[in-house]
């Protein structure tokens, strides 16, 4: 009995990954082919050359002083360090398995105007430019399919189901998939190590803890923050060690014990893979990384001054954005709307409705943390959403919508963890309903069989 239950989960999860993945495509396919262009595109799409050099990881072209002498802009010059390269290697193999090849457009000058940068052969060619952005929905495809996953170990399918169909439905999710960026890869690689450090919980084995520090370091070969991410978790690795000084129970601390070793073990695991998946780091590998962070938190702060309106004051501000973003901007409920009132006429307010549901989830969420204790899955899962959404908001300098792509990522997970335990609920309030019956339908039985026995022996 027990593995046909198994066997029917395993099924379940196989049509709803099969059903999620292709219905996710129908929505991050079409608009690929029809969104209006991002001059950031270009250079995503310029650096797929990047993937033709890692042949030659030791060549000039990984040298930045190579570059600094020349390039028509600032950020030419320090191109290697302005972005991780794992974006622009995804970019160069989803050109090339789409049959395009890896010599494409000049880098884009942010200081000249688009005509300029078309006339000077910075502008990707159309073909390009869609093959590119089919991967980006590929890769957002994979995202839904983990965040099911994701779900599906928290709370049950119905948890899964939900948090991977918000992010099916939401217009922020379909406009970067939809784009060339690597804001869609951060996504699919904060939900694996979210996954990967679910896993670990289960089973504290060192295969999954390097499986757990090799996603975060891919991460920071995206966008850089999930390197810092792994500094809490190694924090609570300590906390774990440290309480086997007053732990008793070997049980518990066996497990305290091999946790807090392999959480401990993280940033140094998480680095290393970001080092090596990147030539520019190799020959000053810390001072380099340090380079890089500055360079973003320049990017940021100049941009801020560029376009005063996305400034952002302060971590504040940044929540208010983030709110703003995801609970009015960018809804599936107010696309749904839209839809509604295009087809009847009636408008229906969803403003802060979404973002609710994410919040009481979250709260579901810490709830299930402190209930199951802090070596289980919901607590870590919560530590590193709970840390990637701190890092969004204190290093938001700038609003622009894609910075909000992790965030909505933790958000659709929490509203899937609100479902699932909705319907978890539902079938124990349904169980305890049956069972009050069928004990009402045996009392019930039992009388008349009790009345003609007293009546038997009269006292």
Known sequence: MKRRGTLKARWIDVVAIAFLGLLALTQFLPPAQSQSFHRDEARWIHRAVYLRELRHPLSAYWDEANWQGGGSSLDERYRLRGQPPLGSYLFGVGLLLQGRDLTTNGFWNMDRDANWNILNGNGPAIADLVAARRTNAVIGA????????????????????????????????????????????????????????????????????????????????????????????????????????????????????????????????????????????????????????????????????????????????????????????????????????????????????????????????????????????????GLLFGAQTAMTIVGMRADFFRYHVPVLVVAAVCTGVLAGTLWGWRGMISGLYRTRVVAQRNAQARAPHQAISESAHPS
């Open 142 to 381: 994979l995202t839904v399919v983990a965040v099911y996953a994701l779900g599906r170990r928290l709370t049950n399918p119905v948890g899964g189901f939900a948090g991977a169909t918000l992010l099916v439905f939401h217009p922020l999710m379909i406009e970067v998939a939809s784009h060339a960026g690597s804001d869609t890869l951060l996504a699919l690689m904060l939900s694996l190590a979210a996954l990967a450090t679910a896993a670990l919980t289960e089973r504290p084995t060192w295969p999954r803890a390097l499986m757990l520090g090799v996603l975060l370091g891919l991460g920071g070969a995206t966008k850089l923050t999930p390197l810092l991410i792994s500094l809490p978790l190694a924090i609570w690795g300590v906390a774990f060690l440290g309480g086997l000084l007053v732990e008793r129970q070997p049980r518990r601390a066996a497990l305290q014990r091999a946790l807090g070793w392999r959480l401990l073990s993280l940033p140094l695991v998480a680095w290393g893979v970001f080092v090596a998946t990147y030539p520019y780091l190799w020959s000053n590998p810390i001072a380099s990384t340090r380079d890089m962070f500055q360079f973003r938190a320049d990017g940021m702060n100049l941009q801020a001054a560029i376009f005063p309106n996305t400034a952002v004051g302060s971590p504040v501000e940044a929540m208010g954005r983030v709110g703003r973003k995801l609970g009015t901007d960018f809804t599936a409920l107010g696309r749904f709307a839209v839809w509604l009132q295009e087809e009847t006429g009636h408008l229906v307010d969803t403003r802060g409705i979404e973002l609710a549901l994410a919040v009481a989830g979250g709260v579901i969420l810490l709830g299930l943390a402190i209930g199951r204790g802090p070596h289980s899955a919901p607590m870590l899962v």
